[in-house]
């Protein structure tokens, strides 16, 4: 079973437009990270969240870890073409071992 | 400057001929771990290592190898490769260590594309 369930699978947004994406698992996150990428290129790191209640941001992406560290949304400001992209949540999941899991991405398309 | 090297980028094998991907890291990192990314799975971990000489399955390892005598390489062996590991291959590192792991960036290769016939 995923560990990390990602929603919405895909999101096609007008540019402009504000978007969130989740990323959810049952049991406590340790280190959860948000990376983009082009699909078939590298992945980019975005952020890091570690403690519950954490926000982070950068530029016009903010990410939150739940006071549960079970779940993390990152949301986009006013999108851009340039937001397109995959999104891809990863994080140790407590009891792993140290295994790092991913969600499955969220497909972001941002129309001019 | 801080990276992970992985080659080759590009290879077109055919079944069952011997192939080793590389990855070497130059930042002292003790955690490493191998990814493969397939259209609707996502990135699913191969292999990961805490340290040299320890090493671990992750979700996919079967028709996988890996070693890591040294701290900075890490290596991705596929003895008798088959058409259904064709894929995109991801190389990472981080500073985590087994007493905090978990915390620190994940620094990724730029990724290899494997074709097997």
């Known amino acids: 079973s995923q560990e990390l369930e990602q929603s919405p699978q895909s999101l096609i947004v007008q540019e402009g437009k504000n978007l969130t994406i989740n990323c959810t698992s049952s049991k406590t996150l340790y280190g959860l990270y948000w990376y983009k990428q082009k699909y078939g290129e590298g992945l980019i790191f975005l952020m890091m969240l570690q403690k519950g209640g954490e926000e982070k941001s950068h530029e016009k992406i903010t990410a939150k870890l739940d006071e549960k560290k079970q779940q993390s949304s990152l949301h986009i400001t006013a999108s851009q073409p340039s937001h397109a992209g995959i999104y891809l949540c990863?994080?140790?999941?407590?009891?792993?071992?140290?295994?790092?899991?991913f969600g499955k991405g969220t497909l972001l398309t941002v129309n001019p | 400057e801080a990276q992970v090297t992985q080659n080759p980028r590009y290879l077109i094998t055919v079944t069952g001929k011997k192939l080793t991907v590389t990855c070497s890291q130059n930042m002292n990192h003790e955690y490493m771990s191998w990814y493969r990314q397939d259209p609707g799975l996502g990135l699913r971990q191969i292999y990961y290592?805490?340290?040299?000489?320890?090493?671990d399955k992750g979700d996919v390892p079967e028709g996988y190898k890996v070693s890591r005598k040294e701290k900075r390489n890490f290596p991705l062996i596929l003895e008798s490769p088959s058409p259904n590991q064709t894929s995109l291959y991801f190389c990472a590192s981080s500073p985590w260590t087994s007493g905090r792991g978990g915390t620190g960036e994940l620094f990724f290769g730029e990724g290899s594309r494997l074709t097997v016939l």
């Open positions: 290592s805490m340290n040299v000489e320890v090493t």
């Open positions: 990863g994080a140790v999941v407590r009891g792993s071992n140290y295994k790092l899991t």
